[in-house]
């Protein structure tokens, strides 16, 4: 384990379906991101939270919905999403300093595979 | 817009061989730029930060260099091992200081 569990690992859920992806990071860190990799494309940044507030919203869709109830936990709430939402979604956590990162990057989590049928 | 490219074409390379992974960007100039290792259906692995008054950066077998005039990194393998075999990513950071937008990659395969 890289000190970020997402879970669950894999999701089926059909188009009217709601459902929630879970991150919780056990370093200590005070940002949390959300990516999305589809097949063939690059990570593609989603929410940022900095001190569990969220600073950045990449445009994505209100079919995802963010959630930080502290710094250590990270959601991301799903609901009447489309096949082309089908991908893999990564929880990542980092130390901001405000100043620059540390030289230990972001520690991402295994991800949860999510399928929309 | 900011532009990352990494090479989409996968490099085959003999084990003891040294990779070289070359990562270009274009319309801006970032402070810092970041390599990660990702396996299939896994997340990215930190591996190294060089910053940009940082020309090179070394760790065990990896080394990277970071040439602001040409705007580009690169990120080399020496020894390379079968184990080495993943896509590695650059990840220079857009806007924030923290906010990390990602190459697609470039998928290395080391053969025995």
């Known amino acids: 384990e890289t000190g970020v569990t997402q879970t669950p690992r894999h999701l089926v859920m059909g188009m009217t379906n709601k459902k929630s992806l879970k991150c919780e990071q056990h370093?200590?860190?005070?940002?949390m991101y959300w990516y999305k990799q589809s097949a063939k494309k690059p990570l593609e940044l989603m929410f940022v939270?900095?001190?569990?507030?969220?600073?950045e919203n990449n445009s994505v869709p209100s079919r995802f919905s963010p959630e930080c109830p502290n710094s250590s936990h990270l959601f991301l709430h799903l609901h009447t999403l489309q096949p082309e939402d089908s991908a893999l979604y990564l929880c990542?956590?980092?130390?901001?300093?405000?100043?620059?990162?540390?030289?230990?990057?972001?520690?991402f989590g295994s991800g949860t595979r999510l399928t929309v049928v | 817009s900011q532009k990352i490219e990494q090479n989409s074409e996968a490099l085959n390379i003999q084990e003891g061989k040294t990779a070289t992974l070359t990562c270009n960007y274009t319309?801006?100039?970032?402070?810092?730029l970041q390599w990660y290792r990702q396996d299939p259906g896994r997340g990215p692995v930190f591996l190294l930060l060089i910053r940009e008054n940082e020309k090179e950066k070394r760790k065990e077998r990896l080394k990277v260099t970071f040439d602001t005039t040409l705007k580009q990194s690169l990120f080399h393998i020496t020894a390379s091992q079968p184990a080495d075999s993943a896509t590695y990513l650059c990840a220079p950071p857009s806007g924030g200081y923290n906010k990390l937008i990602f190459g697609a990659g470039t998928r290395l395969a080391v053969h025995p």
């Open positions: 319309n801006y100039s970032p402070a810092y």
């Open positions: 370093l200590g860190h005070n940002a």
């Open positions: 939270y900095n001190f569990k507030e969220q600073t």
């Open positions: 990542a956590s980092s130390q901001d300093e405000g100043r620059g990162p540390t030289s230990y990057g972001y520690t």
